[in-house]
């Protein structure tokens, strides 16, 4: 159970981190959100895709890891088989928080529920006389990353949506063993839409900066086939 708490030194000199990727640490999940300003590094390694909310009012961009609930393929035992991990993975157990009214600075908040907080293994928080670790210094500069990319990603998602360059994806993948099952739930980028848009609009993409985040997602999309022979390795042979 999540149990949030503003970070401090007073509260939290002993804390230590595990760093390690484990399920038993949250890391068995197929998907985590991901946000355009990390999107050249996500590409390397993920599909990104999109998916609509309930409400289908908005999207949100996600790093895809498996097909399947609780299927992270590239979790090794206690390693993270790729070069990047997303922000929003990157940062656990640590979040932003805000004041109740909204006002002053933003606060670093930690996760006291999570599995990943220690007292006596992992990194060290804050150091003895309580300063900030530089583990910790990292993970303020990559928390106030990943929130500013999210506040920005709203507009971004918004523009994909009304130039109607979204479109569902059905994948169908063949296991070793012969079987077969349809991917569904999430969206990709149309590429025959983009390639139609008229110079205005291509020109509204460039302003603000959005092409090359798109041209990304779209790169991306060539690390489904390794995802699927990567899902395919762990499928004994009929």
């Keep these: 159970m999540s149990n949030h708490a503003i970070l401090t030194a007073e509260a939290h000199r002993d804390l230590r981190i595990a760093t390690t990727a484990s399920a038993a640490f949250g890391d068995d999940v197929m998907c985590c959100l991901t946000v355009p300003v990390e999107f050249r590094q996500v590409q390397n390694e993920y599909p990104i895709l999109f998916r609509l909310n309930?409400?289908?009012?908005?999207y949100s961009a996600f790093a895809l890891f498996g097909f399947e609930n609780g299927e992270n393929l590239f979790l090794e035992g206690d390693r993270w088989a790729a070069r990047y991990r997303p922000l929003a993975m990157d940062i656990q157990p640590f979040l932003i928080g805000r004041h109740?009214?909204?006002?002053g600075d933003k606060q670093v908040h930690i996760d006291l529920g999570s599995a990943r907080v220690a007292r006596s293994e992992g990194m060290r928080v804050f150091d003895d006389l309580g300063?900030?670790?530089?583990?910790?210094?990292?993970?303020?500069?990559?928390?106030?990353?990943?929130?500013?990319?999210?506040?920005?990603?709203?507009?971004?998602?918004?523009?994909?949506?009304?130039?109607?360059?979204?479109?569902?994806?059905?994948?169908?993948?063949?296991?070793?063993?012969?079987?077969?099952?349809?991917?569904?739930?999430?969206?990709?980028?149309?590429?025959?839409?983009?390639?139609?848009?008229?110079?205005?609009?291509?020109k509204e993409l460039h302003d603000k900066d959005y092409?090359?985040?798109?041209?990304?997602?779209?790169?991306?999309?060539?690390?489904?086939?390794?995802?699927?022979?990567?899902?395919?390795?762990?499928?004994?042979?009929?």
Excluded: C, Q, W
């Design 100 to 103: 109740a009214d909204d006002r």
């Design 54 to 58: 309930p409400e289908r009012t908005a």
């Design 131 to 202: 300063r900030p670790t530089p583990y910790l210094e990292t993970i303020a500069e990559k928390l106030g990353e990943l929130d500013a990319g999210y506040e920005a990603a709203e507009a971004f998602h918004a523009t994909l949506m009304r130039f109607n360059l979204l479109e569902p994806l059905a994948l169908d993948i063949t296991l070793n063993t012969g079987s077969t099952y349809r991917f569904v739930g999430f969206h990709v980028i149309n590429e025959d839409r983009l390639r139609a848009l008229d110079a205005d609009r291509l």
């Design 211 to 238: 092409l090359m985040p798109i041209y990304m997602a779209l790169a991306s999309l060539s690390n489904i086939t390794k995802l699927v022979d990567r899902k395919n390795a762990r499928t004994p042979n009929a």
